[in-house]
């Protein structure tokens, strides 16, 4: 929870039911209804449910069909990604005004960091309630934000008080709040992984915690260790923050939703091979590698790794995304739609200094 011996003051922002509810303040028609956007062709999926919607069973992720069958009065439209992202600018440049640090993970959801706002999380809970309410002012829409020392926690905090919710976790306060948790809970704990917790017996967040740390490492490798921390309140995870303009990226957006690990890894090198092509057509060197990640409810995730020197070397640069997508990207049986592999901070490549470790 503490970088340098500093405590962290980390803040998650997540967008209420962010595209249904854009749809809602675009069309007075659609408020009070239950509006669900998302796919609507033969393999459409639920991308976004309204509150209204979700009170018949609607979620994201769901095949559209499905909902409609749940909700035939539903209001049911497709995405329109460029006026939300419109919506979602307004949002990051005010997180921008109160953070020197904001990492986007999705149209609707961004981590920032507090820990220069005074020196104690009253103080940054303070900033966050204002950002909150500037957000609910100037777009006319709700949002839940989340203040903790670290990334899980704050998205945790988040989660737990939805919709138009604020949860600040302090760190006196993390196993009391941690420990009755269900272990789906835990970040990156999908479906599959929440089956095989509980066919160990590992019910509640608290179990994991305390479990022989072999029997974790045994079932799940070294993410065992990991699902440990994790359920005792720890991650020293960085923000990334915001993507550089220069960079050179790949991505590919599958005919089909790609669920097996295998070939999702083999496209991820297949792409770092395409990137670092183009890096040595055009001569330059990168310090930051990134994966792009969607899955099949639309939602979108980055992970970014800064490497110590510039390189074009396929060979590193083709672990780093890897890596990547093993230590930082929660997979489950339904899959990706997308995957993109891109590198960030280009130098010209007139001079190389050579890494003494990989």
């Not at 990051?92 to 220069?116: G, H, K």
């Not at 009755?180 to 599959?192: A, N, Y």
């Not at 395409?274 to 939602?299: A, G, N």
Request: aromatic share 6%; proline share 4%.
């Amino acid at each position: 929870m503490t970088t340098g011996g500093r405590v962290r003051r980390i803040g998650h922002l997540d967008m209420d039911a962010f595209y249904a509810a854009v749809e809602q303040l675009d069309e007075a028609s659609c408020r009070g209804r239950p509006v669900i956007v998302g796919g609507l062709g033969p393999r459409g999926v639920v991308s976004t449910a309204s509150y209204e919607a979700r009170v018949y069973g609607v979620h994201s992720a769901m095949p559209t069909a499905v909902a409609r069958r749940l909700c035939p009065d539903g209001v049911f439209l497709r995405p329109r990604f460029a006026r939300y992202k419109e919506i979602s600018d307004q949002v990051r440049a005010i997180l921008r005004e109160v953070s020197p640090v904001v990492e986007t993970i999705s149209l609707d959801e961004a981590f920032f960091d507090l820990s220069e706002h005074g020196t104690s999380f009253d103080d940054a809970a303070a900033v966050a309630r204002r950002l909150k309410e500037r957000v609910r002012v100037e777009t006319d829409l709700t949002c839940s934000v989340g203040v903790a020392p670290n990334r899980f926690l704050a998205k945790l905090a988040s989660e737990l008080d939805k919709p138009d919710g604020f949860l600040v976790i302090v760190p006196e306060r993390v196993r009391e709040l941690l420990d009755p948790l269900p272990v789906g809970r835990i970040w990156g704990v999908g479906k599959v992984a929440e089956r095989r917790l509980t066919g160990l017996g590992l019910l509640r967040v608290r179990d994991v915690r305390l479990a022989p740390l072999d029997l974790l490492e045994r079932e799940f490798g070294a993410t065992g260790r990991r699902l440990q921390r994790l359920a005792g309140g720890e991650d020293e995870t960085p923000l990334d923050g915001e993507a550089e303009a220069r960079s050179i990226s790949r991505e590919v957006t599958y005919s089909y939703d790609l669920t097996d690990r295998e070939e999702i890894e083999a496209e991820v090198r297949r792409l770092a091979r395409d990137v670092v092509r183009r890096l040595q057509e055009e001569s330059l060197l990168c310090r930051t590698v990134r994966i792009k990640i969607r899955y099949p409810d639309f939602r979108t995730i980055t992970r970014q790794a800064r490497l110590h020197v510039g390189t074009d070397a396929v060979g590193l640069i083709e672990r780093v995304a890897v890596g990547l997508l093993h230590d930082r990207v929660a997979l489950d049986e339904s899959g990706v739609r997308l995957i993109g592999v891109g590198v960030g901070r280009l130098t010209e490549a007139t001079a190389r200094q050579l890494a003494l470790f990989d």
